[in-house]
C-alpha cells in the first residue's frame, strides 16, 4: 500500500503513467483558504519538462483539474481531489522491451511485489510522473505556511562532484529563496550553474547520466513544533523526502559531516537577542530532540543519476531467465535534479505543515 | 505526540528519565512466538553503560519486565507491554541547571513544545534511557525475522574522522554479523578499532566528545517487499533511524556518493545465477522503487558527538533571559556511537517487520 | 477530515453532488484479482435513483471510470480510483434556500464546521450521492469476499411500523441472500413489501417521508477474525455503518433485545457437529469478545426518515438570523430505506474485509 | 490487534486479568493540565466491585500508579502511563475448566484467534478488568472537556424489562447529570432503582443473570464537531462504545424508534433564541451530517446479561472434542450494567474529546 500519508491531513495518491489519470486526494485543509491557482501552476511548471534541452522533449500536460474540495475561490474544508489527464503517452515505447529488467528501475521489484499484475508502461505506478500530483499538495502546503510567515526554498547544491557553496545556515534569506524559486536551474551561484549544465550536456552527448543533490531550507518556524521520537521534525520530512524516486540519502543541520566534529565544534551555543533566542551556530539544522528550535532548518537530499541511459547494460529476461543485455529507447533525462527541487520543496512542506498543524 | 509508530505493529513507548519506569508496549505480534528472554537480554546489555571506561559510569538497571503478552513462554497475540523501573537517579544532578539551556540538548525546545511543564530531569522524555525499549522491541522484532531467515546486523563505520571500510554490499556474510554482534566495540578491523577507541579516550581527557556513523545491513529479504511512494522501505527504516537521538543523516546504498556518480556506474546490473536474480553491484543498497529486489540492504546513520560536554560553554538562562555559560556536571559517554549500535539494529528490525507482514 | 478510512486496506473519498466529480481511491488491494466489472455495476444501480415511482424522478448516472490500479482485467495492487462525473444538476434548486436551514438535514452543522465556505448546493459534501463511490468500494470487498466464500447479503426488516421477520440467525441461506440481492425491494415476504410500499407510497401523497430498518447478514467467516476492545466486529463494522447517512442505530445479534434477555436466555450454548463448533442460539451474532465464532454474523441498522419534506417546516434564516419557514422544492424519495441496502452491504463488505486480511 | 485508538490523542491498552498488571498509555494530552487525581480514583471506584451485594464479592483493587508524563502535579504532554497491578487471583478457579467453552465468553474465539496462546485464566486480556483503564482515560478526557464546559453524564435506561423514563433531550440540566455520577446505582427515579435492583437479586438467587441499557449525555458541546461519513460522531463514539465488552446495541437519539417515525415527526426544526440556535425536539440526538448542531448528545448502549451464570449449560470440550456441560464456578456479577456506567461515559468523553481536539 503505497499512497496515502499523514495524521492531520491526509494524502493520498494515485495513477499510473499510462493510466487514464494520476492524482492526489488531500483530507482535512482548512476550510476557506484562498488557493493561488495560478501559483500552484508555476510550481508544477517547475517540474514539467520539455522545457529546455536539459530536459526530455515529452510534453507532458500536466494540468491539473480540480474535481472536489474547492468552491468560489475558497477551500471547502472537504477533501480536495485533482486529476491530471494521462495524454502523449507512447505505450509502444515499452511494449518490446516489457520483460526485459531495466537496471536501478522498478521493473524487477514491481514485478515481484504486484505479481506480474502491474502496469508495466512507462513505469506505471513507478514512474516519475506520479510527483506532479505530489507538487500540487505540496504548492498547497506552501501556501497555508506561506500565510503563517513560513518560508521554504531550496537550491541545486551539487551535480555529479561539481558543488556550490551550502546555505548560510545562520543567516537564510528570504529574498534568496525567492530569486531562485524563478530560477530555471536554481543554484545561488551563475558560473556553477554554467558548470552543472554543461556536466549535463556532456552526459547526455554520451547516452549516459548524473545525479545530484538538493539542499533545501525552511524559515521562520517558531520553535517547539515537532516530538521526540516518533515524530520529529527529521522522521516526518526524511520519510516523505525518501519517499520521492531516486532519492538515496538525506540529511539535516551538518549531517554526514556532524559526524566528523567534536561536541565542543558541533554544539550550537545559544545567546538571546532582543528576546529571541539563536544560536551561533546551526549544525543542529534547527532540530534538538526532534523538535524545532527557532533557527533555520536546513537539510540535503541525495538523488542517484537516472536509470534509462542509452548505453546498453547487462539484464535478465524475466520469462526466459537468461541473461542478456538491453538498450532503453525513448526520451529521458540525463540529469533529473533541477526537475527534483520543487518536487523536494513539495515533500518538506507536507512535512512541515503536519507538524505545525499537529 | 510521539510515542506511537506502525501500521500492522503498533509501538508505544513511554517514560521519563527520572519518572517512575519507562518501557513499551507492543501491539500486533503473532500468537505463539516463543521469545529467547536471554537474547533479548543481550541485546540490552549491548546498549547498557557502565562496562568499560569508554562509557559512563553510571549504571543503570535496564532490567525488564513484562506486563503482558506472554504467557508460558510465547507470546499470547495480545498487547505485549514491559516495564524498566528507573533508579539510581541523582536528581540533585539537574536541580541546579535546570533553566540553563544546555546546548545541542532539547532543553529548549522540548520547554517550549511542552509549555515549561515537561520533566526536565535527567533529559526526562528526551532521555537516551528511553532507547532502551525501543532495543526491547527492536529485539522482539530481530527474532521473528530471524524465524524467516532475515538477518540484522552492523558495524562502527567511523568515529570522527577515522574509518573503516565499508560492507561488501554484494557479499555479506551472516557469521560476519554474528561476530560484530558479540563484539563490544564492534569493527570489522580490530586495528581500526584500536583508533578509534584511542580517538574517543582522547576526547575524554580533554572534556569533550565525538560522533561517528554505524553502518547497517539487512540479508535474505526476499524481494518484493516495501511499496513505491510513502511506504517505501527507505521511508519506513528511516523514520525509525531518525527517531534514535542524535541521528543527522540516513544514507542507502551509495547513499550520498551517489549522487557523484553517471548512470553507468550507478546502474546495478541484473543478472541470473541457478535461479535467483541478483545485480553486479548494489549501489541502490537493495531497493528499487521503494521496493526491495533481494540483495543485502545496507544504509548508513549519522551520529552527532554526545552534546554533553563538561567544557564551559556559552548559553541562556531561561528564567531572567540573560546571555551566560553553563558547565555541564554529572556523568557522561563523550561518544554514544557504541550505545548506538543496537539503537539503530533495532530500528531497522522494527522497521523490516512491518513491511515484511504488510 | 472525512474521507480516510481503514489500515490493511485504505479508503479515501472525495466528492461534492455538484462539483465535477465524486469518487474513491482504494489503496492496498491485493494484485491479480479480477474485477466482476458488470457485477460492480449492478450493485451500483441498486443504489440508483430513477427507477420506479417509490424513488426519485431524478437520473442520477453512476457511471464510474477507473482511473488506475486496473489493467487488463486485474488489479495491478496500486491505488485503484474511479471517478464518477457529477451531471444533472439543478443548481438553481438550491440557490433560493441558500440560507434556509433545513431541518434534520446537515445545512447548518456543515456552515458552522466548514465556516461558511462548504459547497451547499445539492448538500455538498454531505449529499447522499457520496455514498455511490462507498458501494462501488463495498461492491470490490464483496468480490474479494466471494472468492473466500464469504457472503454478506440484507433485506428490509420494517418501513415505519411494518415489520417482517428476522433472518434465521441459526441457518441463513446463501440462496435466500442471493434472491433478495436481485429484488427492488429486498424483502423475504411479498406481502409484506406490498405493505410497506404501499406506506411509502401514502407518505409520498402526504409530502411526507418514513424510515425503517435494514437487516443484514455476513455467511461463512470463519471463526477468529477480529479483536477484543478497539478493534472488534462490531466498533469495526458499526464504524462504517454510521458512516452512512441517516443512520441512527445499530445492533448485533439479539440487539437491544438482548438487554431484556436473562443470561440462561441469552448466552449462546455451544455444541459439536462433524467437528465443527456452533451455537444452539446466536443471540451474540456471532461475535464472542469482538471476535467472530463461525456462527452467522448479524445485525441492524436504523434509518431516519428522509429529512427532505415538502411541507412547511419552521426553520431559522441564517444571515438574519430570524425564525421563519421553508418548504423544501426539488424531487425527492419519500424513503430511502431501499436505495441504502446495498449501501449497509457495502460498509459492512468493507468492515469484514479489513479485518479478514488483517 | 486491539488496543491502538485514536488519532490526535492515541490510546494504548495492554494486560491480562491474571498478568502482571494492566494500563493503558495515552499520546497526546496537551502539557500543563491539572489532572485532579481524586476525582479520577471517584471515576474508578464507580467501576470496582465489592461494594454492595449487587456486585461480586471479589476485592479488585484498581489503584493506578502513574509511570510518566505527569510531574508536579501537572500532565507533561509526553506519553502518559499508568499501570493497575493485579491482585486477588485465584488461578485455580481456572484451571479446572481451562477447555470447557463458557458460553457467550470469548474462550473459543479467543483460543482460535490466538491459537490456543492466549492467557485464558480469568478470562485473560477479554476480562472486563481492562475497562479499569479505560475509565482512567475517560475521566482524564472528562477532565479536559469539564475545562471547556463539556459535560458527560448517564443513568441506567433499563435493567430487563424494567424501565425508566428517557432523558428530557431537550432539556438535560447539568445537576441531574451530577447527582446520577453521584449515585451507586445511577438512576432519575428511586423507585425504580428498586425495583431494577430487585430484579437483579432476583437472578441471584436463580443463579442467573439480566442485562440492561445505558443512556448516556453529552451537553454543551459547540456546533461544528465532528465530519460527514468516516469521522461522524456516530462512527466515533460508536466505535468506542463497541469496544465495552458485552455490548450489542448503540443508538442516537431516537435510535431504532426513528425508523417508525414520519419526516414530519422525526425532523427537528431550528429556531433562534438569544442568537442560539436551538432545536424544537431532539430526535437526531445533537447529530447532523456526522457533526454537533449543539442540542445535547443523546444516546444509547445495550447490554447482554453477564455471561458467567451459575446454571449449568451445555458446551464443548475443546481438547477431546465432545459435547458435555459446564457449570460456572467462582464469583460473578448477575448484572453488569451498574458497573458499565462509568464505562459509557468513559468511551464518550474519549470519543467526543478526539473530535474536539481534531
Same mark, same amino acid.
Given at each position: 500500500?503505497?499512497?496515502?500519508?499523514?495524521?492531520?491531513?491526509?494524502?493520498?495518491?494515485?495513477?499510473?503513467?499510462?493510466?487514464?489519470?494520476?492524482?492526489?486526494?488531500?483530507?482535512?485543509?482548512?476550510?476557506?483558504?484562498?488557493?493561488?491557482?495560478?501559483? %500552484?501552476?508555476?510550481?508544477?511548471?517547475?517540474?514539467?519538462?520539455?522545457?529546455?534541452?536539459? =530536459?526530455?522533449?515529452?510534453?507532458?500536460?500536466?494540468?491539473?483539474?480540480?474535481?472536489?474540495?474547492?468552491?468560489?475561490?475558497?477551500? =471547502?474544508?472537504?477533501?480536495?481531489?485533482?486529476?491530471?489527464?494521462?495524454?502523449?503517452?507512447?505505450?509502444?515505447?515499452?511494449?518490446?522491451?516489457?520483460?526485459?529488467?531495466?537496471?536501478?528501475?522498478?521493473?524487477?521489484?514491481?514485478?515481484?511485489?504486484?505479481?506480474?499484475?502491474?502496469?508495466?508502461?512507462?513505469?506505471?505506478?513507478?514512474?516519475?510522473?506520479?510527483?506532479?500530483?505530489?507538487?500540487?499538495?505540496?504548492?498547497?502546503?506552501?501556501?497555508?505556511?506561506?500565510?503563517?510567515?513560513?518560508?521554504?526554498?531550496?537550491?541545486?547544491?551539487?551535480?555529479?562532484?561539481?558543488?556550490?557553496?551550502?546555505?548560510?545556515?545562520?543567516?537564510?534569506?528570504?529574498?534568496?529563496?525567492?530569486?531562485?524559486?524563478?530560477?530555471?536551474?536554481?543554484?545561488?551561484?551563475?558560473?556553477?550553474?554554467?558548470?552543472?549544465?554543461?556536466? %549535463?550536456?556532456?552526459?547526455?552527448?554520451?547516452?549516459?547520466?548524473?545525479?545530484?543533490?538538493?539542499?533545501?531550507?525552511?524559515?521562520?518556524?517558531?520553535?517547539?513544533?515537532?516530538?521526540?521520537?516518533?515524530?520529529?521534525?527529521?522522521?516526518?520530512?526524511?520519510?516523505?523526502?525518501?519517499?520521492?524516486?531516486?532519492?538515496?540519502?538525506?540529511?539535516?543541520?551538518?549531517?554526514?559531516?556532524?559526524?566528523?566534529?567534536?561536541?565542543?565544534?558541533?554544539?550550537?551555543?545559544?545567546?538571546?537577542?532582543?528576546?529571541?533566542?539563536?544560536?551561533? =551556530?546551526?549544525?543542529?539544522?534547527?532540530?534538538?530532540?526532534?523538535? =524545532?528550535?527557532?533557527?533555520?532548518?536546513?537539510?540535503?537530499?541525495?538523488?542517484?543519476?537516472?536509470?534509462?541511459?542509452?548505453?546498453?547494460?547487462?539484464?535478465?529476461?524475466?520469462?526466459?531467465?537468461?541473461?542478456?543485455?538491453?538498450?532503453?529507447?525513448?526520451?529521458?533525462?540525463?540529469?533529473?535534479?533541477?526537475?527534483?527541487?520543487? %518536487?523536494?520543496?513539495?515533500?518538506?512542506?507536507?512535512?512541515?505543515?503536519?507538524?505545525?498543524?499537529?
Amino acid at each position: 500500500m503505497s499512497g496515502v500519508w499523514g495524521n492531520k491531513i491526509k494524502y493520498s495518491i494515485f495513477g499510473e503513467s499510462h493510466g487514464k489519470s494520476i492524482g492526489i486526494i488531500i483530507d482535512g485543509l482548512p476550510s476557506g483558504i484562498d488557493l493561488d491557482l495560478e501559483e %500552484i501552476d508555476r510550481e508544477m511548471r517547475r517540474r514539467a519538462p520539455g522545457k529546455n534541452k536539459l =530536459t526530455t522533449a515529452r510534453n507532458e500536460k500536466d494540468e491539473f483539474e480540480i474535481q472536489s474540495g474547492y468552491f468560489n475561490g475558497k477551500t =471547502t474544508g472537504t477533501p480536495l481531489c485533482i486529476m491530471i489527464k494521462n495524454s502523449d503517452q507512447h505505450s509502444r515505447d515499452y511494449e518490446k522491451t516489457k520483460n526485459l529488467l531495466r537496471p536501478a528501475h522498478a521493473d524487477y521489484t514491481g514485478f515481484i511485489k504486484y505479481s506480474g499484475f502491474n502496469d508495466y508502461r512507462g513505469g506505471g505506478h513507478f514512474s516519475g510522473r506520479l510527483t506532479a500530483p505530489i507538487v500540487f499538495a505540496g504548492a498547497v502546503a506552501k501556501q497555508i505556511l506561506r500565510e503563517k510567515g513560513i518560508i521554504i526554498g531550496s537550491h541545486i547544491k551539487s551535480i555529479g562532484s561539481i558543488e556550490e557553496d551550502y546555505f548560510d545556515d545562520i543567516n537564510i534569506k528570504e529574498e534568496l529563496l525567492n530569486r531562485l524559486a524563478n530560477k530555471e536551474f536554481p543554484t545561488m551561484d551563475e558560473e556553477k550553474a554554467l558548470k552543472m549544465k554543461d556536466e %549535463i550536456l556532456k552526459c547526455k552527448e554520451k547516452m549516459d547520466s548524473i545525479g545530484g543533490v538538493v539542499e533545501g531550507a525552511i524559515l521562520n518556524l517558531p520553535p517547539g513544533i515537532g516530538s521526540p521520537f516518533f515524530n520529529s521534525v527529521e522522521s516526518t520530512i526524511s520519510s516523505l523526502l525518501f519517499s520521492i524516486p531516486a532519492v538515496k540519502g538525506v540529511e539535516f543541520g551538518a549531517g554526514f559531516n556532524i559526524s566528523k566534529m567534536k561536541g565542543s565544534e558541533a554544539n550550537d551555543e545559544f545567546y538571546i537577542e532582543d528576546g529571541n533566542i539563536k544560536t551561533y =551556530t546551526n549544525n543542529n539544522g534547527g532540530i534538538l530532540g526532534g523538535i =524545532t528550535n527557532g533557527m533555520p532548518i536546513v537539510f540535503r537530499v541525495a538523488f542517484k543519476p537516472t536509470p534509462s541511459i542509452a548505453k546498453e547494460q547487462k539484464t535478465v529476461e524475466l520469462v526466459s531467465k537468461e541473461n542478456t543485455t538491453i538498450k532503453i529507447q525513448g526520451r529521458h533525462d540525463p540529469c533529473i535534479v533541477q526537475r527534483a527541487v520543487p %518536487i523536494v520543496e513539495a515533500a518538506a512542506a507536507i512535512g512541515i505543515l503536519e507538524l505545525v498543524l499537529s
